[in-house]
């Protein structure tokens, strides 16, 4: 009779044991929650703020206290930013500077990361760790220099002078070159057995294996040229090479110095449209380029 109580007890200990071990998780996983959500509701609010506000007029813009939904949603906004702030050609300068630079800049990352990770040659391991000491100099120290090579060179308010400047990422390069150190070195061994030239191997068997991380580069290389604004602010002024974010910049203001917000605001949106898009359909991709970089080096 006293083991059986004894059980009892032990039973009712382990049951009240596993609801309040059901209670802490509850409890942990509604903090949890309720941070994501309260973090994710600071990060979206500047993103709200700016499509409420392109919705406006500039009177109930302008008032003293702000209105969280617009009192007359005015959509001709975004033709008036789109006509205003010559959108149109924005938008091809920044195409061209981005597709081109990107196009150049994976040739260079491609064929640099093949190098480090499969050829052999004197000094390979020095100049590779040289390279990944510049990644600790902040870009804002090379603009002075930079500024000064472009002077000399004659590039001033030109296209050049937004894509050549840029076309090496060393960081892009060491992420590819990861890539490349997954894939066996059997394979690169068999294929030179059989009479294959690196350029071949590279484009027939690597660049294949290595296509989500290619995919990311080119994403994030699209996605720095369209945010570029301090180094086409300092080198291209002119309007017929202003990418999209230096030219917004004075579009909307008029002779006495007024700015129409609302119409500035809805020619952010308009420009951040597509950036939304890439992330939100190509985010996987992103991701998946990340993680196959590895960490074997």
């Not at 009892?8 to 942990?28: N, P, W, Y």
């Not at 296209?159 to 894939?183: C, E, G």
């Not at 090479?241 to 910049?249: E, K, Q, V």
Request: hydrophobic share 55%; glycine share 4%; with cysteine.
């Amino acid at each position: 009779m006293a083991e059986k109580n004894i059980t009892i007890m032990h039973a009712k200990d382990m049951g009240k044991e596993t609801s309040r071990q059901k209670i802490v998780k509850l409890a942990v996983k509604f903090f949890v929650y309720a941070f994501l959500i309260l973090m994710a509701l600071i990060v979206l609010f500047p993103f709200y703020w700016m499509i409420i506000s392109s919705l406006k007029t500039l009177d109930e813009y302008r008032l003293s206290v702000p209105t969280f939904w617009p009192q007359k949603v005015m959509f001709s906004n975004y033709a008036e930013a789109f006509t205003t702030g010559n959108l149109g050609r924005l938008f091809l300068n920044t195409m061209y500077v981005g597709v081109v630079s990107t196009l150049l800049s994976l040739v260079i990352t491609v064929l640099c990361a093949f190098a480090f990770a499969r050829l052999e040659f004197k000094g390979k391991d020095t100049l590779f760790a040289a390279l990944l000491a510049t990644m600790m100099i902040p870009g804002e120290l090379f603009t002075i220099t930079n500024y000064s090579t472009v002077t000399q060179l004659g590039w001033m308010n030109t296209f050049t002078v937004l894509i050549v400047p840029f076309l090496v990422s060393v960081f892009y390069i060491y992420l590819l070159r990861q890539n490349f150190l997954q894939i066996p070195n059997e394979l690169y061994l068999a294929a030179k057995v059989d009479g294959t030239s690196d350029l071949k191997y590279l484009w027939k068997v690597m660049v294949p294996l290595a296509l989500p991380t290619l995919i990311s580069i080119t994403i994030l290389k699209m996605m720095g040229a369209w945010n570029s604004y301090i180094w086409p602010r300092l080198v291209a002024n002119d309007e017929a090479h202003s990418l999209i974010t230096n030219g917004l910049r004075n579009a909307f203001t008029d002779t006495t110095g007024d700015v129409n917000y609302p119409v500035q605001m809805a020619a952010v949106a308009i420009v951040s449209a597509p950036l939304f898009l890439v992330f939100l359909f190509l985010r996987k991709y992103i991701m998946a380029g990340v993680s196959r970089s590895g960490i074997k080096g």
